[in-house]
């Protein structure tokens, strides 16, 4: 399994539109095609104006097909569209879990 980091630098002051607008619109639609949300969250101390999310995936094959789908609904087209005046910048990453970890053993 595979964790995608996703981190979205906002305008100053647009964090709690974003969020509020991610709530009412785009969670929605993006959970039942992403699937295992890991968290959602936004930073209040170092860089300011930041948007992290993580969603679990059984492997790349698994994200590619998940994001292709999102990538395509009608929904998240105008959703994406309309909240991109917020976004700055954007990061992702892909993380893989330690053998450790809790995320090690177990499938999204």
Same mark, same amino acid.
């Given at each position: 399994?595979?964790?995608? =980091?996703? &981190?979205?630098?906002? @305008?100053?002051? &647009?964090?709690?539109?974003? $969020? *509020?607008?991610?709530? #009412? ?5 993006? %959970?039942?095609?992403?699937? +295992? ?5 936004? +930073? ?5 104006? =930041? ?14 097909? %998940?994001? &292709?789908? $999102? /990538? ?11 909240? *991109?005046? @917020?976004?700055?910048?954007? #990061?992702? /990453?892909? $993380? ?8 090690? +053993?177990?499938?999204?």
């Amino acid at each position: 399994m595979i964790v995608e =980091q996703r &981190t979205y630098t906002l @305008y100053p002051a &647009t964090v709690a539109e974003y $969020l *509020r607008r991610y709530q #009412e619109e785009g969670l929605e639609i993006q %959970r039942p095609i992403l699937g +295992t949300m890991v968290g959602y969250f936004y +930073t209040e101390i170092g860089a300011l104006n =930041q948007i992290v999310h993580m969603w679990a995936y059984d492997d790349l094959a698994d994200r590619d097909r %998940r994001r &292709t789908q $999102l /990538k395509s609904n009608p929904g998240w087209i105008n959703y994406s569209a309309s909240v *991109r005046q @917020y976004l700055m910048n954007q #990061e992702n /990453k892909i $993380l893989i879990p330690a053998p450790f970890s809790p995320y090690a +053993t177990s499938a999204p």
